[in-house]
């Protein structure tokens, strides 16, 4: 007879072990399953392990090995393990086939009838002893916690232990693996769970993947269908099953009868569940919805998750949480007829399945929001499936943005700043880092962004419920909320704050917002419990080195994308010269828009025109030629068409310190004094200090005579800081009664138009970059310019519907011949310039409103005005330059409407510069530049219409048109029209050129 010896059967104290030594545990006082050099598994007082450790030494053969226990664990069936082990077996293979292979390098004893088992030390294996000492150190740092898994620690301890037959011979099991996986239920049972419930009682989403809360939201609507107010296992299973192509379904059709189809196995479940044929509501996600069995079901399926190693609870993990402790009604159902289904067995398949799909984690599936729901991106998903490169320079936002999201009251987050500084960039580092655990709060949290810049004020209400309803109940979702400010607004002077004030406190959405300034100054900021509620993490335009860096990062994307080269110094160039002259946006999105337009200006040169460049890849000999190069000239193409502003005055500037002066001199001439201050303006507005005093970000007075240039500097000023590139012009001459105002502020209340609004208010608001032009300002009504106090002062207005406008960012130019004697009796006298403006602002204190008899400007509108600037008459070096300008034009307009080269001799325009500035001179400088326009329609325009009339074939077969200056005649000056074909231009050139040289000799 084989004889086991059990020394003890009652709990024994913590004795040394003398096999600790050598064991790394140093002599430590711990558990010991050894008595005197004796074996005693009872000490465990755990009735599963003490079986499993019996059943191995009554197998062994001379000494336990590890595979002894191992195979006494899968031989008692136990779940615990084999759930496990299924998990980590080759594909294929199953628990029986680590039986058959350990009988094969590990036969043991046959009803150990071979030897008598003493129990000593010496009958255990080497590696077997260290296994259980291990165990035993192990398990009695906690052994009231560890007693629930202390199996699962056994198994784990002896799978890390293996003997050289194990090594050799078990290759259908990863040991590695599997240990891990007991260790993870270890510390799964020992460490509590997050929990399913957040403070206010609902089930947390983000514990669940996007499949398995879809199969809680249809289980809850299953049970109310059934007559329940409450969640239960039950309704969890049936809408396991109703997944199209789920596991649950595959796993049910194995096991019911050929003829019984899904839909009648689910019928059956409804029928035996059922307690009214009226429905109900579905119950909440919510303590208040939630049954005990199901809570219990869902912090078992947190325990498969973990030791499966998922992060999520997905629907396998449900399942399985199901089938481990089923419902006995719902197993009564299935294991009688006609299903006659085995849930145990089941059990088995669904492991089998997880293993052969190699992953127990959830599949990446984007949040979406309901149709007729402002576009939305699920950026969590985004970093996860597509990646999302590294932000850079955002990290002092960092900061103040996680703390505000850890907390746990009042965790919502408001986002303000301009457009274009990186707000959006901002949410998609902040989704990257928390998919990658770099925050590790957020870790299970989804960020979604829902672009509604683009709501009009009509659907916001609307939209904004619709959101926050399809949201509500889930704590996984951080809702970022890009352009907050559009969908807060409502038609006329209404808003929805209060709407989202009350979803803020039930924490019905998880926000961060992003607005403008000026949008959290009106509509939240007055609003001390939205304030309370939020944090305010306002965000400023980067400096141009920060700007450079992160604009070179798109720059290296925009490579890889159109395939072209993108040089440092084009980057440069890029973030230089748009923040100089694209002065409506800010950096880094203005530059990144012009990299990307010239990368897609060069790629449709290159793919429909057929237009190479050449950028190198490589070095030495392996170096390869492809592609196209952007270039500073293509840089300087795109600020153009952007800003308006000639590429030829772009072109040389662009430095640290931007030269406006020429910038602005190609379309104004004879006023360099006017175009200086002007220039000084626009660098005080790049430079910030706009708007610094409240008001807009400039107002300036354009004083002097008709025709100096004063509404053509005013409209190259708009072509590049306006986001229209166009000058609103108001003739204020159109203003001279009291109640005009109404063009400005619109209609009273009752009045035809007044829903309407006011036109500076819908302008204003349509676009914020506005540069308007109030022309010939004297002769409005003293009334008209009331509301322009404040605009000029606080920088905002209001219309008569309530609507407020801000102008904080618009220029205002107003325009005035008042004075115009003083500038031209005292440029003449050679005054100063400061004499000259200190005169200017006298005489318009002075101009006097005729209906009321007092002055149109009263001091304190002058006071609000930044700049009196005048406009000097022309002198003949201006008249030369707006003529070179208009023939410039004219060259254009036939070249482009007509395809005809006009040719223009430079004594005619010499000619007409002379003649022009001694009109003017007569008239004191009232003619101004608009006398040029006048002599070039007689010595151009009239000859050349009457010519193409009198020789209309030759003028319509003709490429280019010659005009010959004569500077005398019988009737004066006069200029002669050749028509010449296309073929005979260059003929013609020499043509020229040998006139020019007849008429310098004569």
């Known amino acids: 007879m084989r004889h086991i010896y059990i020394r003890v059967l009652v709990p024994v104290p913590n004795w040394e072990c003398s096999g600790c030594a050598g064991s790394g545990y140093g002599g430590a006082v711990i558990l010991s399953l050894f008595s005197e050099g004796i074996f005693t598994p009872h000490a465990l007082l755990d009735e599963r392990s003490i079986d499993i450790l019996s059943a191995a030494t009554q197998r062994c053969s001379g000494t336990v090995r590890p595979s002894d226990i191992l195979h006494a664990a899968i031989d008692s069936g136990d779940q615990g393990v084999l759930s496990v082990l299924s998990l980590t077996l080759a594909e294929g293979a199953q628990p029986r086939h680590l039986l058959e292979t350990i009988a094969v390098y590990n036969p043991g004893s046959r009803d150990g009838q071979h030897f008598d088992f003493d129990g000593r030390r010496e009958r255990f294996a080497a590696e077997t002893l260290a296994a259980l000492d291990r165990f035993a150190a192990e398990f009695a740092e906690d052994r009231d916690r560890l007693r629930p898994v202390c199996l699962e620690l056994l198994v784990a301890c002896v799978l890390e232990q293996p003997d050289p037959g194990d090594r050799q011979f078990l290759r259908i099991l990863d040991a590695t693996a599997a240990a891990r996986a007991l260790r993870d239920q270890v510390r799964v049972s020992v460490e509590p769970p997050p929990p399913l419930l957040d403070d206010t009682g609902r089930l947390r989403s983000e514990e669940f993947s996007a499949d398995a809360w879809a199969v809680l939201e249809q289980a809850a609507e299953r049970a109310g269908e059934l007559g329940y107010d409450r969640l239960l296992p039950p309704h969890c299973f049936l809408a396991l099953l109703g997944e199209t192509e789920g596991l649950t379904e595959r796993l049910v059709r194995l096991q019911i009868p050929p003829q019984l189809g899904l839909a009648k196995v689910a019928e059956m479940l409804s029928g035996a569940f059922r307690l009214s044929q009226h429905g109900k509501d579905a119950p909440p996600l919510h303590r208040d919805g939630l049954g005990e069995p199901l809570l219990a079901m869902l912090a078992q399926a947190q325990r498969a998750a973990a030791v499966w190693g998922a992060e999520q609870v997905d629907t396998p993990h449900l399942l399985d949480a199901l089938l481990e402790d089923p419902p006995p009604r719902l197993a009564s159902v299935f294991q009688t007829d006609p299903l006659r289904v085995d849930l145990a067995r089941m059990r088995e398949l669904l492991a089998q399945s997880v293993r052969e799909a190699r992953t127990a984690g959830p599949r990446e599936v984007a949040f979406r929001l309901a149709a007729g729901s402002p576009p939305a991106e699920d950026l969590t998903w985004v970093a996860r499936t597509q990646g999302i490169p590294p932000a850079r320079h955002l990290e002092r936002y960092f900061d103040a943005l996680g703390r505000a999201l850890h907390r746990t009251t009042d965790n919502h987050v408001l986002i303000t700043g301009p457009a274009g500084v990186g707000s959006t960039t901002l949410l998609r580092e902040l989704a990257r880092r928390a998919a990658a655990g770099e925050l590790p709060f957020l870790r299970r949290k989804r960020l979604l962004r829902v672009d509604c810049r683009d709501v009009p004020d009509t659907e916001s209400g609307a939209k904004l419920a619709r959101i926050i309803a399809h949201v509500a109940g889930r704590t996984d979702l951080i809702v970022c909320l890009d352009g907050l400010g559009a969908l807060l607004r409502g038609p006329g002077d209404t808003h929805h704050v209060l709407a989202l004030r009350s979803a803020l406190k039930e924490r019905r959405i998880h926000l961060v917002g992003v607005l403008s300034d000026q949008e959290y100054d009106d509509l939240l900021a007055a609003d001390h419990v939205l304030r309370e509620l939020t944090t305010r993490i306002p965000m400023t335009e980067p400096d141009r080195n920060s700007a450079r860096d992160m604009v070179q990062q798109v720059a290296d994307a925009l490579e890889a994308e159109f395939g072209v080269g993108i040089d440092g110094r084009v980057v440069d160039r890029a973030v230089v010269m748009s923040s100089d002259f694209i002065l409506n946006q800010r950096l880094p999105l203005a530059a990144v828009k012009v990299l990307r337009r010239a990368c897609e200006d060069l790629d449709y040169r290159r793919t429909q025109h057929g237009e190479t460049g050449a950028v190198v890849t490589g070095a030495g000999s392996g170096s390869v030629v492809t592609g196209s190069v952007v270039t500073t000239e293509d840089v300087v193409r795109v600020i153009a068409e952007v800003s308006g502003v000639p590429a030829e005055q772009i072109a040389g500037t662009g430095g640290e310190r931007i030269d406006y002066e020429q910038a602005l001199g190609g379309s104004v001439f004879g006023q360099r004094d006017a175009v200086g201050v002007v220039a000084s303006e626009l660098r005080r507005i790049k430079a910030g200090l706009a708007g610094a005093s409240g008001g807009p970000a400039s107002v300036m007075l354009f004083a002097g005579l008709t025709g100096t240039g004063k509404t053509e500097l005013a409209k190259t000023v708009a072509s590049f800081y ?147 600037i005048v406009f000097r008459p022309l002198d003949l070096d201006a008249m030369v330059g707006i003529c070179l300008k208009t023939v410039d034009k004219q060259r254009a307009w036939w070249l482009e409407k007509r395809e005809k080269e006009l040719v223009v001799p430079e004594s005619l325009i010499d000619y007409v510069a002379r003649r022009g500035h001694l009109a003017n001179e007569k008239s004191g400088g009232k003619e101004g530049g608009r006398v040029i326009g006048k002599l070039l329609k007689e010595l151009i325009d009239q000859p050349l219409l009457l010519e193409g009339e009198r020789r209309e074939e030759e003028f319509r077969r003709c490429g280019r048109i010659e005009c010959v200056f004569h500077s005398s005649g019988p009737d004066g000056p006069w200029t002669e029209i050749r028509f010449r074909p296309a073929q005979e231009k260059e003929q013609g050139q020499e043509q020229e050129a040998q006139e020019k040289e007849q008429e310098a000799a004569e």
Request: net charge negative; no cysteine; aromatic share 8%.
């Open 722 to 868: 306006s986001s229209s590139k166009r000058l609103v012009t108001y003739p204020m001459a159109n203003f001279t009664e009291a109640h005009s105002v109404s063009g400005i502020i619109g209609s009273p209340p009752g009045y035809i138009g007044y829903e309407r609004g006011g036109k500076l208010i819908n302008e204003l608001n349509a676009d914020p970059y506005g540069v308007f032009l109030l022309d010939e300002a004297e002769k409005a009504h003293s009334e008209v310019w009331r509301p322009f106090l404040n605009l000029f002062d606080e920088g905002w207005i209001v219309d008569q519907r309530g609507v407020k406008a801000h102008g904080d960012r618009a220029i205002f130019i107003l325009t005035s011949n008042a004075g115009a004697e003083i500038i031209s009796r005292m440029t003449r006298e050679g005054r100063p310039e400061k004499e000259i403006v200190a005169a200017v602002k006298e005489a318009l204190l002075r101009v006097g409103d005729q209906s009321r008899g007092g002055p149109v400007f009263s001091p304190e509108f002058m006071a609000r005005i930044d700049r009196v």
